[in-house]
Structures are given as C-alpha cells and as structure tokens.
Nanobody
C-alpha cells in the first residue's frame, strides 16, 4: 500500500505563490512516476504536472507552463509543485498521484495512476 498526503494549500491573491508538497509512505518502491492533478468546482479533473522519479525531464500542462514547476526530493518520497504567478483560474483542489510506469524521454507517467492523495485546496483571489 502507498499513502500520499498533500500539504501546502491555502489562499493567496493573484500573482502570489504557493508550494505544494506530497509525502509518500508505504510501498514507495512500487511506482516510478508522480504527478499533480487539480479539479475546480464544476469541472473535470485535469493533469497539471508529471515527473518520472529520478529523471531529468518533466511535463507540465500548457496552461501552467512557465509558472508551475514539479520536482522531487533525493529520497523520491516527496514531490513538490511550485506555483508562481497564481491566477483565479488556478483555484482548485490539487491532488498528488503515483503511477507505475514512466517515460523518461517525455517526462510523463505511463499507465494508470493507482495511488491518490486526499487533496489540498488552493484558492486564488483577484
């Protein structure tokens, strides 16, 4: 079993920054890629960023490119999402997830995301 716990959410004004953290525990050797998703009220969940563990290439969706950065610690048990230049449209619940497969050339996870955290709320006011 893998447990993922997000933290770092909160309320900020437009233009502000937040750093989300996701701590993994349990069978942390069972997956090779981690990601951040978000879901805004009334909208479908969308992928925000992905990072194959130990790789150099990451993926971020176009809407946050240049503003958000995904990274992980050396132990590969904590993944971060640095969010700069936040806008009201970034308001959502942010979820951390882990997948078995990884593409180190594209920076994307491969296969299903089998493990999910409970989410952390990010609210950006104008």
């Amino acid at each position: 079993q893998v447990q993922l716990v997000e933290s770092g959410g909160g309320s900020v004004q437009a233009g502000g920054s937040l750093r989300l953290s996701c701590a993994a525990s349990g069978d942390t050797g069972s997956y090779n890629c981690m990601a951040w998703f978000r879901q805004a009220p009334g909208k479908e969940r969308e992928g925000v960023a992905q990072i194959p563990l130990g790789g150099d290439t990451t993926y971020v969706t176009d809407s946050v490119k240049g503003r958000f950065t995904i990274s992980h610690d050396n132990a590969k048990t904590r993944v971060y999402l640095q969010m700069n230049g936040l806008q009201p449209e970034d308001t959502a619940v942010y979820y951390c997830a882990a997948a078995d497969g990884a593409s180190y050339s594209t920076g994307r996870c491969v296969g299903n995301f089998r493990h999910w955290g409970q989410g952390t709320q990010v609210t950006v006011s104008s």
